[in-house]
């Protein structure tokens, strides 16, 4: 049973922050309350049908004591009744602890692992996955650092993603995604095994992360673009190094403010994603357990391409579409993936 004194303090917050929105003056920061409207709206509505269901078994066993609606009121009672597990159910999950970062922008680094130029093409073809994916849900998917392998592979790629609820969609992708087919490359037609990593970084808001300038240093590079296009321009690429981290982020776009800029971003969201795993790690030692832990080292996924599936090694899915799945058809996998980490959400609170 769910404490009827939690719901009502929801309710009364939903409330204060609805009348402060309609009232909101220049001092107010709309956009933090607008969020917080979004959040609340949906548990607020679930409260609302779980009240009314209660409400409805309370009138349903008072007409048990009057003869004439016995019958009818014994047949509601047990409509309502099977009702009431559902929607005790569905607000456990509206209840669920959110992670403040869901509703953020993210970065996505990819990395070949091993496998040589093969791994090279595979993180291409999953940087292509993410495009088309970020594409169908109406996001801004922008390129901020990209090295390429002289056969159109990658060598490493760091993209920022914004929209609605990217990071709560995208932060189950972090891992070893392994692949298995016959590379392009090889002439005798031997399945090869290879892999690339994927980090998914939820941006780092200024709040979150404040960064001593004495703790950078900050390069600029000559930007070396394709067919010497570079050779009039002025030094464009900037590399910063956060000493105390050693973490290195480099930005070669045309405009050198612009990198400094992105490169700046990608070094907070580094440096905030260290720190919540550090915080999830004291949190939870045994962080094998959660899906999505992010532990970059974990193989969660294989692409088999003779057999044309994939599967998610995390929660034993295995989805015989792999040709969709490579065209951005990410929903499924990830719709079960959240459901899992809801469920295991849900035992840890009631267990």
């Not at 939903?14 to 949906?42: N, T, W």
């Amino acid at each position: 049973m769910i404490p009827e004194d939690r719901l009502e303090q929801i309710k009364q917050r939903f409330e204060y922050v609805e009348a402060r929105m309609a009232q909101a003056s220049g001092g107010d920061d709309i956009a933090a309350l607008g969020r917080e409207y979004a959040e609340l709206k949906p548990v607020v509505d679930q409260i609302a049908a779980y009240r009314q269901l209660r409400a409805d078994l309370a009138d349903a066993e008072a007409m048990l004591d009057d003869p004439d609606m016995r019958e009818l009121a014994e047949e509601e009672l047990g409509v309502l009744k099977a009702r009431l597990p559902e929607a005790e159910a569905a607000l456990q999950l509206a209840l669920l602890p959110k992670d403040a970062a869901d509703a953020r922008p993210a970065m996505i680094e990819i990395r070949p692992g091993t496998g040589g130029e093969e791994a090279a093409l595979f993180a291409g073809d999953l940087l292509r996955m993410y495009q088309r994916y970020a594409e169908a849900r109406g996001w801004s998917f922008d390129i901020v650092e990209e090295q390429q392998t002289e056969l159109g592979g990658i060598k490493e790629v760091v993209a920022h993603v914004k929209g609605d609820g990217v990071f709560a969609r995208l932060k189950y992708e972090s891992g070893v995604h392994r692949v298995q087919r016959v590379p392009a490359t090889e002439s005798g037609g031997r399945i090869h095994t290879s892999a690339a990593t994927v980090a998914v970084l939820p941006e780092a808001q200024d709040v979150d992360i404040k960064i001593d300038p004495n703790d950078l240093r900050i390069d600029t590079m000559r930007s070396s673009g394709a067919g010497g296009q570079h050779v009039n321009t002025t030094d464009s690429a900037v590399r910063i190094t956060h000493l105390p981290t050693g973490l290195v982020v480099t930005s070669s776009e045309k405009s050198q403010h612009r990198n400094r800029e992105l490169a700046m971003q990608v070094l907070k969201s580094r440096l905030y994603d260290m720190e919540r795993q550090r915080v999830d790690s004291e949190r939870s030692q045994d962080r094998k357990a959660q899906v999505g832990s992010g532990d970059r080292s974990e193989r969660i996924r294989t692409y088999n391409f003779p057999q044309g599936r994939m599967t998610d090694h995390r929660i034993n899915l295995t989805l015989y579409k792999l040709d969709q799945v490579m065209q951005g058809d990410l929903d499924e996998v990830i719709d079960a993936l959240t459901a899992d980490a809801q469920a295991a959400q849900l035992a840890e609170m009631t267990g």
